[in-house]
């Protein structure tokens, strides 16, 4: 009897030891660290600057889906990320700026693979719950870099020091934003 009493003891105390090892090995985050985690802390570093955009819809809300009709995702000024200067590690693509900036800011982000699609390149489907033809058949996201439209994708696109990319939300493919 007291021999299995004496080995039910050894096994609690050797699973409480493997629990505890276990625990040891786990990295915990508040949630403000998890979103603020910088995974560019290698190589050379540049300053660049983002912002979200989607103000074209203040002067189209009639097109946008009704749920969409809401502070919640279209704000009163058209801003939902005001431009945000970031330190980025030299090659990261405007892709990689725009998951940063969501990731800490807390704005949803949907996007499709570069794998996924004829043009090699990630192809921004949704931010903070707007989609391509949420405001019609022309809308969607676009982003230009220092004012310009580039013509590739924002995972093509390297980032260089001091550029300004913006992510606009366009109901007329693009020319409501400056593409002719």
Same mark, same amino acid.
């Given at each position: ?23 040891? &090995?786990? &990295? ?20 660049? =600057? ?6 074209? /819809? ?9 749920? /969409?009709? =809401? ?25 990689? /700026? ?22 090699? =390149? ?50 007329? /493919? ?7």
């Amino acid at each position: 009897m007291k021999q299995k009493r004496y080995k039910r003891i050894v096994i609690y105390l050797v699973l409480v030891a493997i629990v505890a090892f276990a625990v040891s &090995k786990i &990295k915990f985050q508040t949630v403000d660290e998890y979103y603020s985690a910088d995974s560019s802390n290698e190589g050379k570093t540049i300053e660049v =600057s983002i912002g979200i955009y989607c103000d074209t /819809l203040l002067d189209n809300y009639d097109k946008l889906d009704q749920s /969409l009709q =809401s502070e919640t995702y279209v704000p009163k000024d058209g801003v939902i990320l005001k431009e945000t200067i970031y330190q980025m590690k030299e090659g990261d693509s405007a892709f990689d /700026l725009l998951k940063k900036a969501t990731k800490e800011n807390k704005i949803q982000l949907e996007y499709q693979g570069a794998d996924g699609n004829a043009y090699g =390149s990630v192809y921004i489907q949704g931010i903070n719950n707007l989609y391509e033809f949420s405001a019609g058949s022309l809308s969607g996201w676009m982003y230009t870099i220092n004012d310009k439209i580039p013509d590739y994708g924002t995972s093509k696109y390297e980032l260089k020091d001091g550029d300004k990319v913006a992510f606009r939300y366009t109901c007329d /493919l693009g020319k409501d934003i400056g593409r002719e």
